[in-house]
């Protein structure tokens, strides 16, 4: 007798409100916008049968989440037409717009074998390999994410053969290739020692070079080798040089020389000492052809 005037009570509320009310955990405000979800699901599935998976995607998106009756239904169909979707951008080579698809299809060995393929279709793009790292690191696949360090290990051996060949040019400046090698040997998460390594054999060899070109390029390979106190034998000896041209008069080389020695300041006032020396003796120049020219001048009677 109690039970039926409980259920009577909940009832005769319902009723009362207008049967808009759904239940009180259902996130739904009211009976209308449930059934409006029911029927967005309903057009949704009849655009997939009709082949239609990217226009049913899109409908059964728009759909109110929260009022729809039965969610299983409706995320299976989400899943199922950007599955469908996602196959079709892979037939067309649009590799990121199929894993984007095949993501929110919530299909991860679909997801994972496009970024095998984003890395395939550009094997030397340290972005795109970089991601697919993260992304396997992110789903916890240590196999595949082994395998894609692995990829990324090879090319910090390519980086270092491309390296060999820019060192041999004239310039003797590989510090690009260099940088290349080291940003792999990250996501490698090895060959940095062979990296350094390399780096410090250049930084050796245009070190013994007096060249304020190869000075200043030896500092840099010092500094992508890791060793400072190689860095400031460079840096000795290029305040030692430019004392030298200093004392010569040769300002403008010794404030290159002193800026090479981490003497900045020092290098301003020599050079600026050596255009006020120069500056004046373009001035004492100029009096003197002046003067010769007064001279003619008088000698020949003008």
């Not at 049913?56 to 109110?64: I, M």
């Not at 290098?267 to 001279?295: I, L, N, P």
Request: proline residues 1%.
């Amino acid at each position: 007798m109690k039970a039926t005037k409980i259920v009577g009570f909940v009832i005769a509320s319902v009723m009362a409100m207008g049967g808009s009310t759904v239940w009180a955990d259902s996130l739904c405000p009211d009976l209308a916008q449930q059934a409006a979800a029911d029927a967005q699901v309903k057009q949704a599935e009849a655009l997939d049968r009709a082949g239609k998976a990217r226009e049913a995607y899109g409908a059964a998106k728009k759909t109110n989440f929260d009022c729809v009756t039965d969610s299983t239904r409706h995320e299976a169909l989400l899943k199922r037409t950007a599955k469908v979707v996602g196959g079709e951008e892979e037939k067309k080579g649009q590799l990121s717009e199929a894993f984007g698809w095949y993501e929110r299809a919530q299909s991860q060995a679909d997801a994972g074998r496009m970024q095998r393929k984003m890395v395939e279709s550009k094997p030397n793009d340290i972005n795109t390999v970089s991601r697919a790292i993260d992304y396997f690191r992110h789903h916890n696949d240590a196999a595949q994410e082994k395998a894609m360090r692995a990829h990324a290990l090879k090319n910090v051996e390519k980086a270092l053969v491309a390296e060999e060949k820019s060192f041999a040019s004239v310039g003797k400046n590989s510090l690009s290739e260099l940088g290349l090698a080291k940003d792999w040997s990250y996501y490698a998460q090895a060959g940095e020692d062979l990296v350094r390594a390399r780096a410090a054999k250049r930084g050796d060899i245009v070190a013994a070079d007096d060249g304020r070109t190869f000075l200043s390029l030896a500092l840099s390979y010092y500094d992508r080798a890791e060793q400072p106190d190689k860095a400031q034998k460079v840096r000795d000896k290029a305040r030692a040089l430019a004392k030298q041209y200093e004392s010569k008069g040769e300002g403008l080389v010794a404030g290159d020389y002193y800026v090479i020695a981490g003497e900045s300041g020092k290098a301003t006032a020599v050079q600026k000492e050596t255009e006020v020396r120069e500056q004046k003796a373009e001035e004492s120049r100029k009096k003197v052809f002046k003067k010769d020219q007064d001279d003619l001048e008088k000698a020949l009677g003008f």
